[in-house]
């Protein structure tokens, strides 16, 4: 069982700066691959961006590529997701969850989510 806890989000002006937080506890953290995924109003929860369990595997949506960096401290069991250059698109809730690929049927335990509102 893992319990994860999303944290950092909020109201942002567009071109502004947040950084996420995901708090896991429950297993042994090093060894989850992680995602963050998010969901805006009326449409489907997509993927965001993975971190494997080492840190050394990343990758992200094609959409927040250069803007977006997905990092880890497992000493901290914490995930996070720095976002830069925010644009009102990106405003959505956003889900930590366990697990690997791209698509959310591959991730089993998520975060209750954390919302982000960029304004124009």
């Known amino acids: 069982q893992v319990q994860l806890v999303e944290s950092g989000g909020g109201l942002v002006q567009a071109g502004g700066s947040l950084r996420l937080s995901c708090a896991a506890s429950g297993s042994t953290f090093s060894r989850n691959d992680m995602g963050w995924f998010r969901q805006a109003p009326g449409k489907e929860r997509e993927f965001v961006s993975f971190?494997?369990?080492?840190?050394?595997?990343?990758y992200y949506t094609d959409s927040v590529k250069g803007r977006f960096t997905i990092s880890r401290d497992n000493a901290k069991n914490t995930v996070y997701l720095q976002m830069n250059s925010l644009k009102p698109e990106d405003t959505a809730v956003y889900y930590c969850?366990?697990?690997?690929?791209?698509?959310?049927?591959?991730?089993?335990?998520w975060g209750q989510g954390t919302q982000v509102t960029v304004s124009s």
């Open positions: 971190i494997s369990g080492s840190g050394r595997i990343t």
């Open positions: 969850a366990t697990g690997r690929g791209t698509h959310k049927s591959n991730y089993d335990y």
